[in-house]
């Protein structure tokens, strides 16, 4: 491996230097044109491929190879074969064909299908993706595939992804036809996921059960210091952190993901990694990439990383700020505004085609985000609510606001910064500021959609976003294509848009409780702050009908991922409340009643003394301590008892709902009662590290 970041750059990644490198110009031409187009791969070229990938690996240390795919358990699988295979004179030789390459079978009946097939019904198919290049994870070679049933049916996160690419891709072309734009091939969405994450010490994170099982903390009362005097926040990185991030770059360059920015979050023990954007599905490959490193090189470091959306109460929690943008392959951001964005009118439409989709589809988008952990983090004060608004900014609002009304637009003089400093430079202010409340802001040339969790994979909030602006297009294309008059059409359907979804567009306080009120009162947003809430909607007539006219799914792979995604809901917090339980009986009750005997121990030995000897203090707290552990033991059969009868629910959206509305309540009440005795009892008897130990561990 090379000295500088550009010697070893990618140097796992089997990508396109090395398929010029190790292919012939005929072949190499054919898997472009594959990539590139979506053409048919021949399997003389794929057996050629499987060749050269494989020689490639094994001189990079390789013996293994897996399709290495995404399921609908969040999270990345794998099964290894190893290269071998037997030779005449009893030996081995190294092969890999082309139908390896192309096609696995793993054994599908453990993954989550939702009802797509029955549970003794095993067989299962990976197939390459060859649009995310292969690379090389701890000696074996990782092909990324697409996860489908012996059916077709898409058990995976991959294959509906692409589907929403390639629907907007085609509809996107309609649109640009239109516009005169007859040299490009194909249209790309791409995005930049930031990644927000906790650091803590391992052996802390060993003594918490809640941590190890659910990764969050289910008990935890508030430190002294939390995250108040902002001083974490882009604060200088501790030398400890910095050797992880240091680590954790090289790990991320080698597989050529582009791992740009790093920096202190606003929590204690919070950190933040920005890539470089990509096409999306790459993107979505990286960020899953990411997640697995992360962790992987924290255990090296001696530190736990935490992806969960809210580990700690009271400090803020974590997200993945999806930046998403669309562009044509001869490279033009079809969200820039350029530098006359009212006289765009190719930027107008695509622009009012993202607001469109936002407006129809905003529930779409809401569940694309919903998990248990996120439903922690939405509404608070570090991340948007849970309902969907854009933010357009100063500028484009008062575009739109002239559009709207038929009226010239007089623009925006841009303001010289003087920060009343001689030798500081001056700088042309940016025509409006950000807006960090809001869910969907556009940001310059793209759009931040800052709802997503920080353990969330990116491809569903991405299919969601692909499809609804798919259907966007696809409204505009038909009308535009038999329009008389080409550019009052387009006036006219801009104008419309405006008109009709402006009550998406708030630029405004999103934290502001008067902003919800008018968001669900007056403009009749959606407001679904839970799971349950709003997963029951990915089945509406109007999403079903959208999302199988553009073949992203079918409607019984709808079906499936309502219930997937309930019953994760359902089992998550379930675990949750299961732990507390154990925690409550096993650890917090014995710890407390071992200080409380203490206590008792000292009043009988001051009253041995002389009775006339006041233990005031030692009374009251015992008292009050062993009120609390009545309560403790009280909450603790109360939550489960609830959790018991979720099995009476018919359903799982019943039984979504009635922890919902039942068990989550009992989980808060026995945190209540239980963190109030962990601020009342000494910290030789308190079982577990406590936040201040957690949030101020890594030194």
Same mark, same amino acid.
């Given at each position: ?229 902002? +001083? *974490?926040?882009? &604060? ?5 952190? =910095?050797?992880?991030?240091?680590? $954790?770059?090289? @790990? %991320? ?121 996120? +439903? *922690?983090?939405? &509404? ?5 609510? =849970?309902?969907?608004?854009?933010? $357009?900014?100063? @500028? %484009? ?303």
């Amino acid at each position: 491996m090379g000295t500088t970041v550009s010697d070893y750059f990618g140097c796992l990644v089997f990508d396109d230097r090395e398929m010029k490198a190790n292919l012939s110009a005929s072949v190499y031409a054919s898997l472009r044109k594959t990539i590139d187009e979506g053409a048919k791969l021949d399997l003389s070229v794929a057996n050629t491929v499987a060749s050269a990938m494989k020689d490639w690996a094994v001189a990079h240390g390789a013996t293994h190879f897996t399709h290495w795919f995404q399921p609908l358990t969040g999270i990345t699988a794998e099964k290894h074969d190893s290269f071998i295979s037997p030779a005449p004179d009893g030996g081995v030789i190294m092969d890999f064909s082309g139908k390896e390459l192309i096609k696995g079978e793993p054994d599908a009946s453990s993954f989550p299908s939702g009802g797509l097939r029955a549970t003794f019904e095993a067989r299962g198919y990976t197939a390459w993706d060859p649009t995310s290049y292969a690379f090389i994870k701890e000696k074996t070679l990782c092909i990324p595939t697409a996860f489908c049933s012996y059916g077709g049916e898409a058990l995976d996160k991959k294959t509906p992804l692409l589907r929403s690419m390639e629907a907007l891709s085609r509809q996107a072309m309609r649109v640009l036809k239109l516009f005169g734009n007859e040299d490009v091939k194909c249209v790309r969405t791409s995005v930049g996921p930031e990644q927000e994450y906790f650091l803590i010490p391992k052996e802390l994170y060993e003594k918490r059960k809640d941590l190890i099982y659910t990764g969050r903390t289910l008990f935890g009362a508030k430190p002294p210091k939390g995250q108040e005097m902002d +001083d *974490h926040y882009f &604060g200088v990185i501790k030398t400890r952190v =910095a050797s992880y991030m240091a680590d $954790l770059n090289e @790990e %991320l360059w080698k597989l050529g993901i582009l791992a740009k920015t790093e920096h202190n979050e606003v929590a204690p023990a919070q950190h933040e990694l920005a890539p470089i954007y990509s096409t999306t599905n790459i993107a979505a490959d990286h960020n899953q990439l990411t997640m697995e490193i992360m962790q992987k090189v924290a255990a090296r470091h001696g530190l736990v990383c935490l992806l969960h959306e809210k580990p700690f109460a009271g400090v803020n929690g974590s997200g993945k700020h999806n930046n998403w943008s669309i562009a044509t392959d001869t490279g033009v951001n079809l969200l820039s505004p350029g530098e006359t964005p009212y006289e765009n009118a190719q930027f107008l439409l695509f622009l009012c085609a993202v607001i469109k989709a936002v407006d129809d589809y905003q529930d779409l988008l809401r569940l694309s985000v919903a998990t248990a952990g996120n +439903d *922690h983090r939405l &509404g608070a004060n570090e991340a948007p609510p =849970a309902v969907v608004s854009i933010f $357009l900014g100063d @500028e %484009l609002q008062a575009i739109l606001d002239a559009i709207e009304k038929d009226v010239p637009y007089a623009g925006i003089k841009k303001k010289t910064m003087k920060l009343g400093v001689d030798v500081l430079p001056r700088f042309a202010r940016d025509n409006t500021d950000r807006n960090r409340t809001s869910p969907f802001a556009f940001t310059g040339n793209k759009f931040e959609f800052r709802m997503l969790g920080s353990s969330n994979s990116i491809s569903c909030a991405n299919i969601m976003l692909n499809a609804a602006v798919a259907e966007s297009l696809k409204i505009y294309a038909d009308r535009l294509e038999g329009a008389e008059d080409f550019e009052s059409a387009l006036h006219a359907m801009i104008k419309k848009t405006i008109k009709d979804h402006k009550r998406i567009i708030f630029n405004g306080n999103g934290y502001d409780d008067v902003w919800i009120k008018e968001a669900t009162e007056v403009r009749g947003l959606c407001n679904y702050p839970t799971t349950p809430d709003c997963m029951p909607h990915l089945l509406d007539e109007k999403n079903v009908a959208m999302l199988t006219s553009h073949k992203v799914f079918t409607t019984a792979e709808l079906e499936s991922r309502c219930e997937i995604m309930l019953e994760n809901y359902c089992k998550t917090v379930i675990i949750e409340a299961n732990t507390m339980v154990d925690m409550a009986r096993k650890q917090i009750l014995p710890g407390v009643e071992g200080y409380c005997a203490e206590l008792a121990g000292t009043i009988s030995a001051k009253r041995a003394v002389s009775d006339t000897i006041a233990c005031g203090y030692e009374t009251g707290l015992l008292s009050k301590l062993s009120m609390l552990t009545d309560q403790i033991a009280l909450k603790t059969d109360e939550l489960e008892s609830a959790v018991v009868k979720l099995k009476e629910a018919s359903d799982v959206i019943g039984e979504s709902y009635a922890i919902r509305d039942t068990v989550l309540s009992k989980m808060a009440a026995l945190r209540a009662v239980a963190d109030e005795a962990e601020t009342m009892t000494a910290e030789k008897y308190w079982p577990f590290p406590t936040y201040g130990e957690l949030l101020f561990g890594v030194r």
